[in-house]
């Protein structure tokens, strides 16, 4: 079970809902949302039996050995600013890891965190824009990540790409609820004080894909070999392909080439 002690410290402003199981934070916390929830309200979940990553896949959520948590924004945006909020979340999370761990922890663009060239964390953002407006209504900003390894290992399809924040260890949910309040004072701070630009040096600076060959994976399904030049001031990866020709991609995903 959560230690809320632990997971709010001294964040009065901070409502904390926790859950045994749901079937996406995401979508509770966004049914939450339509229903008027506060800003700085989290949903918590043990469990996750249809927890959803980017490009409508799913993600994995085993019982007991991850964070799975999804946080209402609200505040003045559009909804072209709301798309820093992935690079935000990122950015805490990755802080968040490497205060803990002490050892360093990457980025791969758009929203995935790795740790010893393994994911161990993946960060989904949505939200309702205002009838008639480009006003954002809400935001949600889900954060799955993987704090143990699951009993039995992870599933085969994702074993070679999949790791965890810890090794197996007997106070497991100890660390789970210390990185969520870990996460969430970063997280907090960094939506208080918007300042963009440092978010995006640091998000620059943690990237793993800059400098590198990646495979672009596009939404129609399509894929184009490239080398990743630089991540623009609008969060966008800017890369060349083997024609020469470059792009600045807002969607899709990469895969870095070995």
Avoid at 91 to 102: K, Y
Avoid at 143 to 158: A, K, L
Avoid at 160 to 179: H, M, P, Q, T, W
Wanted: charged share 25%; hydrophobic share 40%; aromatic share 6%.
């Amino acid at each position: 079970m959560f230690d809320l002690s632990v997971i709010q410290k001294n964040r009065r402003d901070v409502c904390v809902l926790t859950y045994d199981t749901l079937a996406s934070t995401n979508a509770t916390a966004r049914e939450l949302a339509a229903r008027g929830a506060q800003d700085k309200t989290v949903v918590l979940s043990e469990h996750q039996s249809a927890g959803r990553g980017r490009m409508s896949r799913s993600f994995f959520s085993p019982d007991g050995t991850g964070i799975y948590m999804s946080v209402i924004v609200r505040r003045p945006m559009t909804a072209h600013n709301a798309t820093c909020l992935t690079t935000l979340a990122a950015v805490a999370t990755a802080q968040a890891i490497e205060s803990m761990i002490h050892r360093p922890v990457d980025i791969k663009w758009v929203n995935d965190i790795y740790l010893n060239e393994k994911k161990v964390c993946g960060i989904l953002c949505e939200g309702a824009v205002e009838p008639g407006t480009s006003r954002m209504q809400y935001a949600v900003i889900g954060i799955g990540v993987n704090v143990t390894p699951p009993m039995g290992g992870f599933p085969e399809e994702i074993q070679k790409i999949a790791g965890a924040v810890f090794d197996a260890v007997e106070d497991a949910n100890s660390l789970r609820d210390c990185l969520i309040g870990e996460i969430l004072d970063r997280l907090i701070f960094l939506l208080g004080r918007r300042d963009q630009p440092l978010c995006l040096a640091e998000y620059r600076r943690r990237s793993m894909v800059i400098g590198r060959d990646v495979t672009v994976h596009r939404v129609d399904g399509t894929s184009r070999a490239a080398r990743a030049l630089e991540i623009d001031d609008e969060y966008r990866l800017v890369v060349q392909y083997e024609s020469g020709e470059t792009a600045a991609l807002d969607g899709g995903e990469v895969s870095v080439r070995l």
